[in-house]
Nanobody, 121 residues
Framework: QLVESGGGLAQPGGSLRLSCAAS????????IAWFRQAPGKEREGVAC????????YYADPVRGRLTISRDNADSTVYLQMNSLKPEDTAVYYC????????????????WGQGTQVTVSS
């Protein structure tokens, strides 16, 4: 089970940190990704961390602003979001599957319920 938290309202240029708490499986054995979906748009992958060694990957629109990290002791994956832009507004989901990273939503079988992020002045 995956449960996201930490969403909310932020001003442009501001920061938020999203959390994804995992239960029922060892977090570091799986690739964990963050996806987002804005109204009327496809779900898109923004960040992913491979299992075990934790190599990270980022989509171009967020590279340098979003950082994915993992705390194995707490079974939690984080998404630190800095320099937020209005176009970052979306529902953010964490997902888990297999070993290798992907930004294709259909590659992931386990999903959280999502947390809303709104960036507006």
């Amino acid at each position: 089970q995956l449960v996201e938290s930490g969403g909310g309202l932020a001003q442009p240029g501001g920061s938020l940190r999203l959390s994804c708490a995992a239960s029922g499986f060892p977090l570091d054995y799986y690739a964990i990704a963050w996806f987002r979906q804005a109204p009327g748009k496809e779900r898109e992958g923004v960040a992913c961390m491979r299992s075990v060694e934790g190599t990270t990957y980022y989509a171009d629109p967020v590279r340098g602003r979003l950082t994915i990290s993992r705390d194995n002791a707490d079974s939690t994956v984080y998404l630190q979001m800095n320099s937020l832009k209005p176009e970052d507004t979306a529902v953010y989901y964490c997902a888990a599957e297999g070993t290798y990273c992907s930004f294709i939503a259909s590659d992931f079988g386990a999903w959280g319920q999502g947390t809303q992020v709104t960036v507006s002045s």
